[in-house]
């Protein structure tokens, strides 16, 4: 049985916190930046953690925070509008209040990829969740060996961040990829599956980890390739999602086999969920 605890009393309850900013990133996408109404330090994070966001009067979703770790005045979001909460998210004027709860999970395991190359591959809005790690790696440029990040999207629309990806390429030791599904006229770059990068990136599976989030389906064909180019299960990790709502592991909502996303995940291990993944209905 769970204990109910004072620590997990405070952790429903939200933090009244307000917008700062709000930034388009595609036509279903943005980037909210909120800081704490009471003028305090935002909630510190790890990179991959999710927070839970409350719009008054309508109801409460988890979100990946997004921003930099670093920057402990504020805590940033990349939301897309698929559903009433989220619509409501995206559509915050500034100054406008949002509930948080949080920050929850368990994060990506940055500390076993000290001093080794780091395979960032994202699909769509997956980027969201990983951006705090590439923010990390450049930030502490010499604790890492490469950075290699393998993005891909529907369409050259559908990027996120596309400002920082150009910047991300000019960095040393980092190599930034992109591909789309479907490219258009104007396009030039690759496309393609995200995992049809591999043969274009420049990796050392034996000293390198790898973090992917996106769809399930993506991450299933990324973690076997990635197997396949010589990558130990044990140091590829995956974001997982599911529906979620108490965040701290009471519910049941989110239960994903033997696990609770919520607070054994969202990040898991490959060897941890291999089984279950691509099982129907789980
Ligand atoms: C740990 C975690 C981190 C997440 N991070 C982000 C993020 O950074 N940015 C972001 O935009 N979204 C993220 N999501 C997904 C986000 O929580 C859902 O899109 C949101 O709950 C939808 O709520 P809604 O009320 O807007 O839509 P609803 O009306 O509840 O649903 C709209 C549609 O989305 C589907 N849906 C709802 N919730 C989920 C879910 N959790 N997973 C998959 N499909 C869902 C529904 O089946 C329906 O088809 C994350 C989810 C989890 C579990």
Request: charged share 20%.
């Amino acid at each position: 049985m769970t204990m109910v605890t004072a620590a997990s009393t405070e952790a429903m309850l939200p933090q009244p916190y307000s917008v700062q900013q709000v930034l388009k990133e595609t036509a279903d996408t943005f980037t909210l930046t909120l800081r704490p109404s009471n003028g305090a330090g935002a909630s510190r994070f790890q990179p991959g953690q999710f927070s839970m966001l409350w719009v008054f009067g309508v109801g409460e979703v988890p979100i990946s925070i997004s921003g930099d770790p670093a920057q402990h005045h504020q805590l940033v979001y990349t939301v897309r509008s698929v559903g009433e909460a989220t619509q409501m998210l995206v559509n915050r004027a500034v100054d406008e209040a949002v509930g948080v709860r949080g920050p929850f999970g368990r994060g990506w395991p940055v500390k076993e990829a000290l001093g080794r190359d780091v395979l960032i591959i994202a699909g769509g809005i997956g980027l969201a969740p990983l951006r705090p790690v590439i923010y990390e790696v450049l930030h502490n440029r010499e604790k890492y060996g490469r950075l290699v990040v393998l993005y891909g999207t529907r369409s050259p629309r559908d990027r996120l961040y596309r400002k920082e990806l150009a910047a991300w390429v000019r960095q040393r030791d980092t190599q930034v990829l992109v591909t789309v599904d479907y490219g258009g006229l104007s396009w030039r770059g690759h496309v393609g599956a995200v995992t049809t990068l591999f043969k274009h990136a420049r990796l050392q599976p034996a000293r390198s980890v790898a973090f992917t989030c996106g769809p399930e389906i993506m991450m299933r064909f990324v973690a076997r390739d990635l197997e396949t180019l010589g990558l130990a299960r044990e140091n590829i990790y995956l974001s997982m999602e599911r529906n979620m709502k108490c965040a701290v592991g009471f519910c049941g909502h989110c239960q994903y086999g033997p696990h609770f996303v919520c607070k054994d995940g969202p990040i898991f291990a490959y060897d941890r969920v291999r089984p279950l993944l691509g099982k129907y209905e789980l």
